[in-house]
């Protein structure tokens, strides 16, 4: 395989005719982000439901440790998890406390395991739909013949793109997905940027 960075090249100077779209890897980091984002606390933390469920998640010693490095102080800390959820956080505060909880979340299912057994689906793996770039405001002198939507079935990449998001190796994150276009056809590079990814997660 020639590697990714040699597939966008094949597109020329993206973008120069107007073209949109991002680069595979990127997409794939998205859709990621999109899964984890998915799969945590719906209450919103203005609502005294998802602060008060944010809390309970974050009281333990990593959960302390992850608002500290948010830049929250331990004596605040102390204050939020005596008041079981019955405190209202600054705008600031707020804010660092999701962000904290995130982080928390993000690390938990990397930890455990979670998110490479839901991708991997006891080795059935996960559709996913490939979304071409935008030609639409391209003169048509310089448009790609119609690149389509693809639907593919990825199996055994995703231990290794967890990993490789998980460290934010996106080197790596865009050598797994010339893995993945790989499979399509002849006309796989025309798959190295796309609009984005949807993975059936």
């Known amino acids: 395989m020639a590697g990714s960075p040699d597939l966008w090249s ?6 120069k005719f107007n073209t949109r779209g991002i680069k595979g890897g990127e997409a794939l980091i998205l859709e990621l982000n999109r899964i984890v984002y998915s799969s ?6 203005t609502t005294k439901r998802g602060l008060a469920a944010r809390l309970r998640y974050l009281d333990s010693a990593a959960g302390r440790a992850a608002l500290r490095e948010q ?7 102390r204050s939020w998890m005596k008041s079981k959820g019955k405190v209202t956080p600054t705008a600031a505060n707020l804010e660092r406390l999701d962000s904290a909880y995130w982080a928390r979340r993000r690390e938990n299912l990397i930890r455990s395991g979670w998110l490479k057994r839901h991708l991997d689906n006891d080795g059935r793996g996960r559709r996913m739909e490939i979304y071409p770039v935008d030609q639409t405001q391209v003169d048509e002198r310089f448009r790609r013949p119609t690149v ?4 593919i079935t990825v199996r055994y990449v995703w231990s290794d793109l967890v990993d490789a998001w998980s460290t934010q190796n996106a080197a790596l994150v865009d050598e797994i997905w010339d893995d993945v276009i790989s499979d399509l056809d002849s006309d796989y590079n025309a798959y190295a940027y796309v609009s984005s990814v949807g993975i059936g997660a």
Do not use: H
């Open 148 to 151: 389509s939507q693809r639907s």
């Open 71 to 77: 830049g929250v102080s331990a004596r605040t800390i």
């Open 40 to 45: 945590g606390i719906s209450s919103p933390i």
């Open 10 to 15: 094949r597109w020329g100077e993206f973008g």
